[in-house]
């Protein structure tokens, strides 16, 4: 669901008072949402709009392609002719191709974030993929519910032949890597914790 802010929080968000807000309700300025009480709401999209941060044009189309590894690059132009093709016999306008190196499971790619922060911003129409990992490996989902809500149309080539099997084998290994890691963590504190509950134990026989 879309965040939402009630009056009093919209109006320390846009610097302006109350009344102003209810005021620019009335007269068609800044319209205010209404809850089924009749309490007025602001929506995130009209604080982006008031700070006109938001795009009015249409948006643009935009292209996502990634691979894991710079050894993948082959596998990165393959996705890339194919996305072309898909997108010619759709017929689609391209505004621009995007290609990245980085792994699904790594939320912090640079051209990941900053596509995210274009569709936030209501600039972004349509965006094409090959596969749905190649945006991200888990969570899915929820992206594609973050590009509904601001009015991307999230289109999937959906080929299985563009979602290389070698790094669902690389990603699935760096998840067993970091939860082995923990898991040796915790053992090294069992006699330290061992020892702390012994501690607080009463004597037997209290």
Not at 38 to 51: A, K, M
Not at 113 to 130: D, P, S, T
Request: with cysteine; net charge positive; glycine share 8%.
């Amino acid at each position: 669901m879309e965040n939402t802010y009630s009056i009093g929080q919209f109006a320390r968000l846009t610097g302006r008072g109350v009344k102003t807000l209810q005021k620019w309700d009335r007269a068609g300025i800044l319209k205010a949402h209404r809850t089924p009480t009749g309490r007025r709401y602001y929506t995130h999209d009209q604080y982006l709009e008031y700070r006109g941060l938001k795009a009015t044009r249409a948006g643009a189309t935009i292209v996502y392609a990634r691979v894991s590894s710079q050894g993948q690059k082959p596998d990165l132009q393959n996705q890339v002719a194919a996305l072309k093709d898909f997108c010619q016999r759709q017929g689609f306008t391209v505004d621009e191709w995007v290609e990245e190196v980085g792994s699904g499971l790594n939320y912090q790619r640079k051209q990941f974030n900053r596509l995210m922060e274009e569709i936030e911003l209501g600039r972004v129409q349509r965006l094409i993929i090959a596969h749905q990992d190649r945006l991200v490996r888990f969570g899915f989902e929820w992206f594609a519910a973050f590009c509904e809500r601001h009015g991307t149309d999230l289109v999937i080539v959906n080929g299985d032949t563009l979602s290389p099997e070698q790094e669902l084998v690389q990603d699935l290994l760096s998840i067993v890597h970091v939860f082995s890691a923990r898991l040796s963590g915790l053992r090294s504190y069992q006699k330290v914790i061992r020892d702390a509950a012994l501690q607080k134990s009463p004597p037997r026989g209290e």
